[in-house]
């Protein structure tokens, strides 16, 4: 059985809660090496798309992914904006008209989302940036096996294992990368906040 | 932390309501997007200057504008940029005909914004990156230079020449020309605290400055300790003037700049040693800007910017403006 746009709105939900209640930790992360904005920016992003969620209830997984993507490009600002905004917009494509959500389509949203991110902030493995949380996770979702919360599961485990390797990492993109060696031993905010959003969708996914 | 606000969450539409009620001659606000836009706009046939950014740097970049200046400013949250919305209502704004040029910071979240609204726009738009600031090494592992102080000079300068009826493709051209020419770096010695973080967004002992330091709260090149006024001039001049590098015989404007706490008392007593280790050097000073134009919230200290110029760039510098936080000739 895949996920019903309900399904994909109760993750969309979940994933606003943990934004929410983890705003001061991205806050912290990025005051570290950045400059203190990520925690409040996807607060205000994912608050947004709440509101929206209410007046306009999308009626298919696709449309869903596309409220998100249009109200953090329009919400957001920073780099997280757009980047964020890119990665739905391709995972709506993706998904298509598509009533319901199947593990295979899930992946394939989750690679398209990668490849968009790729495109937007010309980021590789390594620069310390959300891409190196995204990355792994794409791997390990295509090769996932069994559900679509399995698949997701699997995803956010290696978001989460991707997100602590950035802490040794030297920046190379985007403002930390003005502090060279300074932003040695310290989590990159963004890709932090893929791993906790990854995570939101696993847990919503197991309870659908 | 204590602030002249009611709520970090509005600080910003706060400042734009006290903004209109102050400049309602020049300028226009709008709320939904956030864009500041000059009053008479769009004028028939003029390139459409836009610019915008993060808010905390006041004035910029709503203080500039105006006729002679700036056609609208897009102001996002403290330290955040704005969205690509904001950018595409502002060129329709002030789009009177003959395409807009964006003018933006390089900063990440600047550049993929502005990027995007571009492709978004309906209107013709050329977009230029100014990137300044010598402080950080421009390499292929880092997001290179931030644009700092010569954002105000650009401004400035093209929106001059745009009020002359450049072309979409002069003021193009122009842009590029000064972004080569000119070159800061900045010095810190308190850190600012952003209204919803709450705490400092550094730290910094007693007899510790922060070398090469952006206008974000961020950390800068190095600590160092907190010298003479001279050190601390020598230490942002040297590495401007090898950079470029300005050499002897060249005119220029010296732009010393105002981190947002600092007083003009060191300002002008900054500037005046900027002077004399530039007329040692046989380097020209032809014009110059002292005060507070691209801040930090209340940070304090300071940024030296040199423009090198060229007998266009004067004239175009000397041409009437009349906006918020600059005006001469009118």
Same mark, same amino acid.
């Given at each position: 059985?895949?996920?019903?746009?309900?399904?994909?709105?109760?993750?969309?939900?979940?994933?606003?809660?943990?934004?929410?209640?983890?705003?001061?930790?991205?806050?912290?992360?990025?005051?570290?090496?950045?400059?203190?904005?990520?925690?409040?920016?996807?607060?205000?992003?994912?608050?947004?798309?709440?509101?929206?969620?209410?007046?306009?209830?999308?009626?298919?997984?696709?449309?869903?992914?596309?409220?998100?993507?249009?109200?953090?490009?329009?919400?957001?600002?920073?780099?997280?904006?757009?980047?964020?905004?890119?990665?739905?917009?391709?995972?709506?494509?993706?998904?298509?008209?598509?009533?319901?959500?199947?593990?295979?389509?899930?992946?394939?949203?989750?690679?398209?989302?990668?490849?968009?991110?790729?495109?937007?902030?010309?980021?590789?493995?390594?620069?310390?940036?959300?891409?190196?949380?995204?990355?792994?996770?794409?791997?390990?979702?295509?090769?996932?096996?069994?559900?679509?919360?399995?698949?997701?599961?699997?995803?956010?485990?290696?978001?989460?294992?991707?997100?602590?390797?950035?802490?040794?990492?030297?920046?190379?993109?985007?403002?930390?990368?003005?502090?060279?060696?300074?932003?040695?031993?310290?989590?990159?905010?963004?890709?932090?906040?893929?791993?906790?959003?990854?995570?939101?969708?696993?847990?919503?996914?197991?309870?659908? | 932390?204590?602030?002249?606000?009611?709520?970090?969450?509005?600080?910003?539409?706060?400042?734009?309501?006290?903004?209109?009620?102050?400049?309602?001659?020049?300028?226009?606000?709008?709320?939904?997007?956030?864009?500041?836009?000059?009053?008479?706009?769009?004028?028939?046939?003029?390139?459409?200057?836009?610019?915008?950014?993060?808010?905390?740097?006041?004035?910029?970049?709503?203080?500039?504008?105006?006729?002679?200046?700036?056609?609208?400013?897009?102001?996002?949250?403290?330290?955040?940029?704005?969205?690509?919305?904001?950018?595409?209502?502002?060129?329709?704004?002030?789009?009177?005909?003959?395409?807009?040029?964006?003018?933006?910071?390089?900063?990440?979240?600047?550049?993929?914004?502005?990027?995007?609204?571009?492709?978004?726009?309906?209107?013709?738009?050329?977009?230029?990156?100014?990137? %300044?600031?010598?402080?950080?090494?421009?390499?292929?592992?880092?997001?290179?230079?931030? !644009?700092? +102080? #010569? =954002?105000? &000079? /650009? @401004?400035?300068?093209?929106?001059?020449?745009?009020?002359?009826?450049?072309?979409?493709?002069?003021?193009?051209?122009?842009?590029?020309?000064?972004?080569?020419?000119?070159?800061?770096?900045?010095?810190?010695?308190?850190?600012?605290?952003?209204?919803?973080?709450?705490?400092?967004?550094?730290?910094?002992?007693?007899?510790?400055?922060?070398?090469?330091?952006?206008?974000?709260?961020?950390?800068?090149?190095?600590?160092?300790?907190?010298?003479?006024?001279?050190?601390?001039?020598?230490?942002?001049?040297?590495?401007?003037?090898? %950079?470029?590098?300005?050499?002897?015989?060249?005119?220029?404007?010296?732009?010393?700049? !105002?981190? +947002? #706490? =600092?007083? &003009? /008392? @060191?300002?002008?007593?900054?500037?005046?040693?900027?002077?004399?280790?530039?007329?040692?050097?046989?380097?020209?000073?032809?014009?110059?800007?002292?005060?507070?134009?691209?801040?930090?919230?209340?940070?304090?200290?300071?940024?030296?910017?040199?423009?090198?110029?060229?007998?266009?760039?004067?004239?175009?510098?000397?041409?009437?403006?009349?906006?918020?936080?600059?005006?001469?000739?009118?």
């Amino acid at each position: 059985m895949g996920c019903t746009a309900a399904d994909v709105v109760a993750a969309v939900r979940a994933a606003a809660a943990v934004v929410q209640d983890h705003r001061d930790e991205l806050v912290r992360l990025d005051q570290a090496i950045g400059d203190a904005d990520h925690g409040e920016n996807m607060k205000r992003g994912f608050t947004a798309v709440l509101s929206r969620l209410d007046t306009e209830p999308p009626d298919t997984p696709g449309k869903v992914l596309k409220l998100v993507a249009t109200t953090l490009i329009s919400t957001v600002g920073g780099a997280a904006g757009p980047l964020y905004g890119t990665a739905f917009l391709r995972a709506s494509a993706a998904v298509g008209d598509a009533a319901e959500l199947d593990r295979d389509t899930v992946a394939r949203a989750l690679q398209a989302a990668l490849e968009g991110v790729f495109a937007r902030g010309k980021a590789v493995v390594g620069d310390k940036t959300m891409v190196d949380a995204l990355t792994p996770a794409v791997t390990a979702a295509a090769s996932a096996e069994g559900t679509v919360a399995a698949t997701l599961s699997a995803a956010a485990d290696a978001a989460e294992e991707g997100a602590s390797s950035t802490v040794p990492m030297v920046a190379r993109k985007g403002r930390a990368s003005y502090l060279g060696e300074r932003s040695a031993g310290h989590m990159d905010p963004g890709a932090r906040s893929t791993a906790l959003l990854l995570r939101a969708f696993a847990d919503a996914a197991a309870k659908a | 932390m204590k602030k002249i606000i009611n709520d970090p969450e509005t600080v910003v539409q706060d400042a734009l309501r006290g903004m209109q009620a102050a400049h309602s001659d020049l300028l226009t606000v709008h709320y939904d997007p956030a864009v500041v836009v000059r009053a008479d706009a769009p004028v028939r046939g003029k390139v459409a200057i836009i610019s915008g950014g993060g808010s905390g740097h006041e004035p910029l970049h709503g203080g500039f504008v105006g006729r002679g200046m700036l056609d609208a400013a897009c102001p996002g949250p403290v330290f955040t940029s704005p969205t690509s919305d904001q950018v595409v209502d502002a060129v329709s704004r002030t789009d009177g005909g003959a395409g807009a040029l964006l003018i933006v910071k390089n900063y990440t979240g600047d550049v993929l914004n502005f990027e995007m609204a571009a492709e978004l726009a309906e209107s013709e738009v050329r977009s230029v990156v100014i990137d %300044d600031d010598v402080a950080v090494k421009d390499s292929l592992y880092t997001a290179g230079r931030r !644009g700092v +102080g #010569g =954002t105000v &000079l /650009l @401004e400035k300068i093209v929106g001059a020449a745009a009020e002359r009826g450049a072309d979409l493709a002069a003021c193009e051209a122009l842009s590029l020309r000064v972004i080569a020419s000119v070159r800061s770096m900045g010095l810190a010695l308190t850190a600012c605290t952003v209204p919803h973080v709450g705490s400092p967004s550094f730290e910094l002992a007693d007899d510790e400055m922060e070398l090469g330091v952006g206008i974000h709260g961020e950390p800068g090149r190095q600590k160092v300790h907190a010298g003479t006024a001279a050190e601390m001039v020598s230490a942002l001049l040297e590495p401007i003037l090898e %950079d470029l590098p300005f050499a002897s015989g060249d005119r220029v404007l010296l732009f010393t700049n !105002g981190m +947002g #706490g =600092t007083p &003009l /008392l @060191e300002l002008y007593l900054a500037h005046g040693i900027a002077e004399q280790l530039l007329a040692d050097r046989g380097i020209t000073v032809e014009r110059r800007l002292v005060g507070p134009y691209i801040t930090s919230l209340e940070m304090q200290g300071m940024s030296l910017t040199l423009l090198r110029l060229d007998d266009e760039m004067v004239e175009l510098w000397d041409a009437p403006v009349h906006t918020p936080a600059l005006r001469w000739g009118v």
